[in-house]
């Protein structure tokens, strides 16, 4: 990650918005290398457990090997790059089912129809390493070997969000027909939520005055307080595509990652935490709201895709202070692809 002093009152050319070559030099500077959340620890709980995942465009498969070490392997067989794996489970070993190459949980070789063939050789034919580590329950992956240490990749974040006592419920799965930087940009300001979330508004205090925008590191986060009781939440955004929500009121958090599909496309999943006492009627009238916003959310970010790929304007504008965590984000996103976006 790259961090940039600027001032900034255009955006990113929108071009970058809509154009496939553009993503795939995001996909090369900035999803091959970072770490990003992979889904929560008890899905790979017990030895012999798997469940697949995906940084950025990269398959993954994470696996639970029988000494209970977790693995994290790209999710492509050696021999013609089908993938291993589909969804979670417990097995003994991962196989393919183009031609039933076999490995073990520890990513070798262990059998292969016909390998007896003359001229080829099996021995030393290995699933492709993946960097994996955690955060309390949460795992993370990195596609680059040469990964920097998780730790440092987080920041403060530990320090802002508090996982003791959470545990997972379940997980809401979606795409949106929008770039993925229109939908992280979409998540860095409040600026619209009078306007656009009456809903999260009537809760939470957005004015310029209440609604705190903060910037440390890899983590960029907004600080609202709850209109009737002071608790403040907490939404934070980790470079480069993960979103972290803590709601104002009983111990919660939701998480995940905003992963490119296509130039004008984005796939999205949120695991939902909550403490194991947490109020039913609570978390429904929570879960309810986060699912407003969210269809609030869905019809901005497309409309804002079909706004920018008309061609006809090559820029937008920023407000400097109520945008600024969508500026910072897009120095990043500049700074990574070696391009400035700037006139």
Known sequence: MHDYSFSIVRTLPWAWYTDADRLRLERERI????????????QVAEPGSYATARAGHVPVVLARDREGTLRAFLNVCRHRGHPLAAGSGRRETLQCPYHGWTYGLDGALKAAPRSREPGFEPDGIALRPVSVDTWGPLV??????DAPPLAEA???LPELVDLDGLEFRFRDEFELAANWKVVCENYLECYHCAVA??????LVDVSPDAYRLDADGPVLSQFGPERDSGAIGGFHFLWPNLTINVWPGEPNLSIGPVLPVEPGRTARFLDYFFAPGADDEWVNDLLELDAQVGREDRALVEAVQDGVGSGLLEHGRLLPESERLVARFQEWVAGATGSSGRP
């Not at 999803?31 to 008890?42: K, S």
């Not at 993370?140 to 070997?145: H, I, K």
């Not at 979330?197 to 009537?202: A, D, L, T, Y």
Request: glycine share 14%; proline share 7%; hydrophobic share 40%.
């Open 31 to 42: 999803f091959a290398t970072a770490w990003q959340y992979a889904g929560h620890a008890g």
């Open 154 to 156: 987080l920041g403060r």
């Open 197 to 202: 979330h009456p809903g999260f508004s009537r």
């Open 140 to 145: 993370f992956v990195n596609p680059s070997l």
